[in-house]
């Protein structure tokens, strides 16, 4: 259940909690959406953590969302994998939404992978397909840097380039490798945590949208402003309401049922993406010891 805290911790603390208890140093962390669970048991794990044990993580209860910090390497590369996220739509403040992605940052991660399940809007996506994100729009209601600025942190962030132009080649490469089709496209967070209607599918159309979901962007917003090269990709597991013919019924079983018929090649692709620019994140020296500094954060107003 959301905390009712008024503050969270620093997420340099949680940091070095963490990094106190593994040799590992990874550069790369990994989100897992729903439909991308299943990535985390690909680890090499050298140490896990319960989010129930790390001071300021949020615990969600999303179905598919198992609430667990893996450190470890996968194809010797190491790896950060957030197996589960919390939703704006739980009930958690943007801020404590966005803590694990501070703590990530504090770690010394520098690239950043998110993933999701999304309704398709674009009328060639089909269900079952992957999409590279290459931008996002936010309606959610909320951005998470609203409110007091830590010291060392900008408030006005550059959105122009969000999605990191070589990690979505990366990904467009991993994806050729295993000879899977993949779309490109803009995601558009809502808070749910009801589903859209089809008039605000053919709006969300009209802006240039071609999925939609509930999660994603907050993380993303917060990882451009601790610096992270970010890059994203989505599981089409419905249909958007309206899209799906007259008697189309938009469920959260639907999009479980979809997700976990498409976690083998989700996992195939992510090994993939992994391996093509694990070389390249770790062939620079290894960070400090001593976490980054990520300033706590006041609760929202």
């Given at each position: 259940m959301p905390r009712r805290t008024q503050s969270l911790p620093s997420p340099s603390s949680t940091?070095?909690?963490i990094l106190r208890r593994t040799s590992l140093r990874p550069r790369l962390a990994i989100i897992l959406g729903s439909g991308f669970g299943p990535i985390a048991q690909s680890v090499s794990v050298d140490r896990e953590f319960s989010y129930r044990d790390m001071p300021g993580f949020p615990v969600g209860s999303a179905p598919g969302h198992e609430?667990?910090?893996r450190i470890g390497t996968w194809h010797s590369v190491p790896v950060a994998v957030l197996s589960?996220?919390?939703h704006y739509y739980e009930g958690f403040e943007p801020n404590e939404v966005v803590f694990p992605t501070r703590v990530l940052a504090a770690m010394g991660v520098e690239t950043l992978l998110v993933t999701n399940a999304a309704g398709g809007i674009h009328p060639k996506f089909r269900v079952g397909d992957f999409m590279i994100l290459n931008d996002h729009i936010n309606f959610l209601g909320m951005n998470p840097?609203?409110?007091a600025v830590a010291e060392g942190e900008t408030r006005f962030v550059d959105m122009t380039r969000t999605y990191d132009p070589e990690l979505q080649t990366h990904l467009k490469a991993a994806a050729r490798s295993i000879r899977l089709p993949v779309r490109e496209g803009v995601y558009l967070a809502v808070s749910g945590p009801s589903?859209?209607?089809p008039a605000e599918i053919r709006a969300f159309r009209s802006w240039g949208a071609d999925a939609v979901g509930m999660?994603?962007?907050p993380e993303v917003i917060a990882a451009r402003q601790c610096g992270l090269r970010v890059a994203g990709c989505s599981c089409i597991t419905n249909a958007a309401a309206g899209l799906g013919g007259k008697t189309q019924v938009v469920s959260a079983q639907e999009v479980l049922e979809v997700a976990k018929a498409q976690e083998q090649r989700a996992s195939?692709?992510?090994g993939a993406f992994v391996q093509r620019i694990g070389t390249k994140e770790t062939a620079s020296e290894?960070?400090?010891p001593t976490p980054r500094q990520v300033r706590p954060r006041q609760k929202n107003p």
């Open positions: 940091a070095s909690l609430g667990r910090l589960g996220r919390a840097l609203r409110g589903f859209e209607t999660s994603t962007v195939e692709w992510i290894p960070p400090s």
